[in-house]
T-cell receptor
């Protein structure tokens, strides 16, 4: 059974640019969550999508957005990049309602903003 | 607002030692608690998931306990090995605030020395 796939693994962008990250959940999982990990703030929740609808959102500015497609794949977009957006972005998939199986995380996308 | 604290922040032990990592959370209204392991620059690997109705879970040399009423969980690692060196994170899935996001602790960085 394939795990959670995140692409790309590494990205270097310039301040002011925008970036799109992709996450493919485990087959059959309909919930995808995104987290940002930085040395100073640790792991922080960005948002969660379920059946193409955003169900929950963390305390991040509107520059951070996402969407989910009918096949449950999700994309996260960050516009007008700032140096502070440099982080490891992790995506997790789960299937709520099926015995609470917990979350499975991908390997992450390392974003560096210069 | 749920807050998760992990003690100690860092731990260095000789190989073969048994050790306990601690996790505390402020809001006992949780669905479950999950322990993860993170190797440097990598994603999260799920170790154990404890539902709110359970007291403990075991997997190999790992045992996790949960005392929901006091807001505490411990991860016990028996006979530690150098390959156990990593950062260990606990995360709670809270019932309030949307119900489908994880709140993470700041982690315990473990080093097992030969």
């Amino acid at each position: 059974k394939a795990g959670v796939t995140q692409t790309p693994r590494y990205l270097i962008k310039t301040r002011g640019q925008q970036v799109t990250l992709s996450c493919s959940p485990i087959s059959g999982h309909r919930s995808v969550s995104w987290y940002q990990q930085t040395p100073g703030q640790g792991l922080q929740f960005l948002f969660e999508y379920f059946s193409e609808t955003q169900r929950n959102k963390g305390n991040f500015p509107g520059r951070f957005s996402g969407r989910q497609f009918s096949n449950s794949r999700s994309e996260m977009n960050v516009s007008t990049l700032e140096l502070g957006d440099s982080a490891l972005y992790l995506c997790a998939s789960s299937q709520p309602g099926q015995g609470e199986l917990g979350y499975t995380f991908g390997s992450g996308t390392r974003l560096t903003v210069v | 607002k749920q807050e998760v604290t992990q003690i100690p922040a860092a731990l260095s032990v000789p190989e073969g030692e048994n050790l306990v990592l601690n996790c505390s959370f402020t809001d006992s209204a949780i669905y479950n608690l999950q322990w993860f392991r993170q190797d440097p620059g990598k994603g999260l690997t799920s170790l154990l998931l404890i539902q709110s109705s359970q007291r403990e879970q075991t997997s190999g040399r790992l045992n996790a306990s949960l005392d929901k009423s006091s807001g505490r969980s411990t991860l016990y690692i028996a006979a530690s090995q150098p390959g156990d060196s990593a950062t260990y994170l606990c995360a709670v899935r809270g019932i309030t605030g949307g119900g489908n996001k994880l709140t993470f602790g700041t982690g315990t960085q473990l080093k097992v020395e030969l």
